[in-house]
């Protein structure tokens, strides 16, 4: 399933693209663009493709999808029936990462660019903070021009500090460390990326981080809540998911193109890391 490029380009004569989106269902397709997104469901169920990432939505649900990272929002079966009286609907601001210009760059905006990188893999909000967020969105059809930025760079300020979020796409996915400040990590990260189809080492990478193995083991593992096994994995893995929705390649050769040494340890750790089989995965992402 190779990606579309869509044009979702903000006029000349402003900074946002405000848009409220209806009708029986979602359109099918797997598309990306360089303006990022944010999408908020009103109504409607299904489930949002983001990157290698598959996870259901429903209405209130709210994302921030970065720029050319591919998506699609695909209803439940259920609205595609002939005789279906469901229906959709959702808005969507599109902008550009300097939509604000050198106003981004000023120290008290910082909370702001970090939410843009973090955007770079596609963020969910939860909880019941939303509520909030979502009636501010809901007003910026009443506004226009200062009132109505003033009011999206709340927005924006209000989705950066929002204290229950979980990310979407995978690192491995999105080939991307630019969230990673931990100067003794970083360039262990950045290693990784270049090399993770190559056998990795755990002494290599403690000498990276200039510190003995087991040093190395248990920093990490503190750092960043998991094993460096587990982490080089779920790289493998985002990568492989890749590979596979692209359509370019088979289980098999996707399984050998990441990393992995055999097709049973690959099945395993997929399996751990999606909660499914390649195969099953595959198959959600197959449009019909």
């Known amino acids: 399933m190779k990606a579309q490029f869509l044009n979702r380009s903000v006029g000349t004569d402003c900074s946002i693209a ?28 299904g489930s949002i493709f983001v ?41 969507t601001i599109h902008f550009n990462e300097g939509f604000a210009g050198s106003l981004l760059e000023i120290p008290e905006m910082s909370s702001l660019r970090n939410l843009l990188t973090r955007a770079s893999r596609g963020i969910e909000f939860l909880g019941e ?29 209000m989705l950066s500090i929002h204290p229950k979020y979980r990310s979407l796409s995978s690192l491995g996915y999105m080939d991307s460390f630019k969230e990673i400040r931990d100067s003794k ?26 510190m003995n193995a087991s040093a190395f083991s248990r920093y990490f593992a503190s750092a960043q809540k998991k094993t460096f096994t587990q982490f080089v994995n779920e790289i493998r893995i985002g990568y492989a998911c ?14 050998f193109e990441s990393g992995f ?28």
């Not at 989106?21 to 663009?33: P, T």
């Not at 921030?64 to 005789?83: M, R, S, T, V």
């Not at 509520?131 to 924006?156: D, H, P, T, V």
């Open 129 to 157: 903070a939303n509520s909030a967020i979502r009636n501010r969105i809901k007003k910026m059809f009443e506004l226009s021009g200062y009132e109505q930025i003033m009011c999206f760079l709340e927005i924006l300020h």
């Open 242 to 255: 890749k590979l596979l929705i692209d359509g370019q390649h088979n289980v098999s050769e996707a399984c």
């Open 185 to 210: 990590i970083l360039p262990v990260y950045e290693y990784v990326m270049n090399n993770f189809k190559d056998n990795i080492t755990l002494n290599t990478v403690a000498g990276i981080a200039n």
């Open 51 to 91: 990157g290698d990432n598959i996870t259901k939505f429903e209405p209130g649900t709210l994302v921030i999808i970065g720029k050319n990272l591919p998506h699609l929002w695909q209803n439940d079966k259920n609205y595609f029936a002939d005789e279906s009286q469901l229906a959709v609907s959702g808005i």
């Open 261 to 288: 040494n055999n097709l049973s340890n690959f099945n395993r750790q997929f399996l751990s890391i999606k909660h499914m089989s390649p195969s099953t995965y595959v198959k959600m992402h197959v449009i019909r």
């Open 18 to 45: 405000l848009e409220e989106h209806g009708g029986k269902f979602f359109k099918k397709l797997w598309h990306y663009h360089p303006e990022l997104e944010i999408m908020l469901i009103q109504e409607g169920t």
